[in-house]
């Protein structure tokens, strides 16, 4: 995935720059990028909304939201200030075609006509049509531009071809840049790394060495202020369908041609096609879904997700499902695929299981070796290996583990996955985003699990928050005969 770090001036509209996601991410990502010297100069931030504020207005709440949420060691009040003079604000409707446009255009007038323009949408995907309608209309969108879009990608097959067809109607699709904030995580790249760069493990990377695959996201976080959305969407729309399949498409692919964007996407697609499909009837048996129930996290009571909500509610805030991706390479090999709400800590990972040892040398059987890929936090990677015990007087095994830290040769902090997607978008460079078809074969494998859950074919279990999630689990994943890595002796 090599390209050039530089950026040609830009003009960055984002739609939503009001909402959580702009304050919490967006800006500080971009005040980032501008600290290590990739936001050129010239570089423009229009934010919009329909809340009527000054320019003066929106440039405080943007002070504010840096001071909130930048790291100590990146905040630099000069810099900040250099930051927010190149913060606009036009109050507007993205889908009232009467509104402000011309408040737009009157900004954006101000830029050379072929300065690239990346229309960031981080409002509700119900209004990605209307808003992409309405730059059309105005002729707002020029061969220089390009459209981010915020997930969800629709809440099935069906809502997410209708919003890629809207958007379609007026961006080519390689114009369209889908985040997945997952792909801009430094360390989900360095899965790409670690397999095909590294021959100890290119070598082994098959069904005849590895027993299986976990992918986890676990938070301790409830669904804080987002309760709307998230009960409306649950655990696996809202991880698996798109942040943990991207991640199991880079661990099963075959290795891509080069590190060009269609030659990953094509190599992704591939995988997301390959998966077996698990029909409505075997649901049951081949996920578990769960909510949390009241808890304790870090010595502090935590109430369970429906006193959360304040109502009933069939959403899941746990998901796990068994996948097999039907390929000679990964003949039967189960990836386990599981996320969390509440649970006892927060970490992404990957782990991957190696078979046992059939030699016959040792007192000792030996265990599987296992290579843990820390996503986050503590990001790096550790090795558990067969060693001989050396307190033991005959050829006793042990695990021994080895440990490595994706941490930058300068000793900086780890970027924030925003801020390589939101440059990378200006560099109209994809390889990080996810691609129409991808967007649609994960939705296509995922249907039946939903639809068997809406019909309750599958029980909801419960587990206290503070907990790596439901017993169900632990018996579920012992089935194929694995173990997660919590019960793991190391
Ligand atoms: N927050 C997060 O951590 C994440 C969010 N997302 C996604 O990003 C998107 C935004 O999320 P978030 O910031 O949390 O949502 P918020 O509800 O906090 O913000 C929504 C934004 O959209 C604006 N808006 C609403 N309607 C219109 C309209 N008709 N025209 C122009 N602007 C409009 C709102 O401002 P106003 O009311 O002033 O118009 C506000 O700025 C959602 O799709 C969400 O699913 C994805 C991943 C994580
Ligand atoms: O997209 C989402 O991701 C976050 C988790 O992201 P992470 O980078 O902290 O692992 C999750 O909290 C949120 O519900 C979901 O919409």
Redesign the pocket.
């Known amino acids: 995935m090599a390209h050039s770090q530089q950026t040609a001036p830009f003009d960055y509209v984002i ?8 304050m ?1 991410k967006l800006l500080p990502a971009l005040y980032n990028q501008l600290r290590v010297g990739h936001v050129p100069e010239e570089a423009r931030i229009i934010g ?4 009527s504020l000054s320019r003066e207005e929106y440039v405080a709440r943007a002070r504010e939201a840096l001071e909130t949420f930048l790291p100590a060691e990146h905040r630099d009040d000069a810099l900040i200030e250099r930051f927010l003079q190149k913060v606009h604000y036009v109050t ?4 009232k075609s009467d509104h402000n446009w011309d408040d737009l255009k009157a900004v954006l007038d101000q830029s050379p006509a072929d300065r690239i323009r990346v229309f960031y949408y ?4 119900q ?1 990605f049509e209307a808003i992409s309608e309405n730059l059309h209309r105005f002729g707002f969108i020029t061969p220089q531009s390009r459209v981010v879009l ?3 990608i629709g809440t099935d097959s069906a809502s997410a071809r209708a919003i890629n067809d809207g958007v379609s109607r007026f961006f080519e699709e390689n114009q369209i840049f889908r985040i997945d904030h997952y792909l801009g995580k430094e360390t989900v790249q360095d899965i790409i790394a670690l397999r095909f760069a590294n021959p100890i493990f290119n070598a082994v990377w098959s069904a005849e060495h590895i027993q299986s695959i976990q992918i986890t996201a676990a938070e301790t976080v409830g669904v804080e202020g ?1 309760a709307s ?1 998230y009960d409306t969407s649950g655990a696996l729309r809202d991880m698996i369908q798109n942040h943990l399949l991207q991640v199991l498409s880079l661990c099963a692919m075959e290795a891509p041609a080069d590190l060009e964007a269609d030659s990953v996407r094509d190599a992704k697609v591939n995988v997301l096609k390959a998966l077996r499909p698990i029909p409505e009837e075997k649901v049951a048996s081949e996920t578990v879904r769960a909510q949390y129930v009241k808890g304790e996290l870090k010595g502090k009571p935590v109430p369970g997700y429906l006193e959360e909500l304040g109502d009933d509610s069939n959403t899941e805030t746990y998901a796990v499902m068994r996948a097999y991706v039907d390929t000679p390479r990964w003949k039967d090999v189960p990836f386990y695929i599981r996320t969390a709400k509440r649970s006892t800590r927060k970490v992404s990972e990957v782990i991957v299981t190696f078979r046992k040892s059939a030699s016959s040398l040792f007192r000792t059987s030996a265990t599987s070796d296992r290579l843990v890929i820390r996503l986050q936090p503590d990001e790096g990677f550790g090795l558990a290996l067969n060693v001989k015990n050396p307190a033991a007087a005959g050829f006793d095994l042990q695990h021994g583990t080895m440990d490595g830290k994706f941490a930058p040769a300068d000793g900086s902090l780890i970027p924030d996955s925003y801020e390589r997607l939101m440059l990378d978008a200006v560099r109209g460079y994809p390889a990080l985003f996810i691609r129409r078809d991808e967007v649609e074969a994960a939705w296509a494998w995922v249907e039946p699990t939903l639809k068997a859950w809406a019909a309750n074919k599958a029980p909801m279990a419960h587990y206290p928050a503070g907990s790596y999630g439901p017993e169900e689990a632990r018996r579920f994943i012992a089935t194929t005969g694995d173990a997660w890595h919590e019960d793991m002796a190391d």
């Open positions: 739609f939503g720059a009001t909402g959580d996601l702009t919490r919009t909304a329909r809340s507007l409707d993205g889908t981080s409002t509700a995907p209004l915020e997930k969800p987002r959305y």
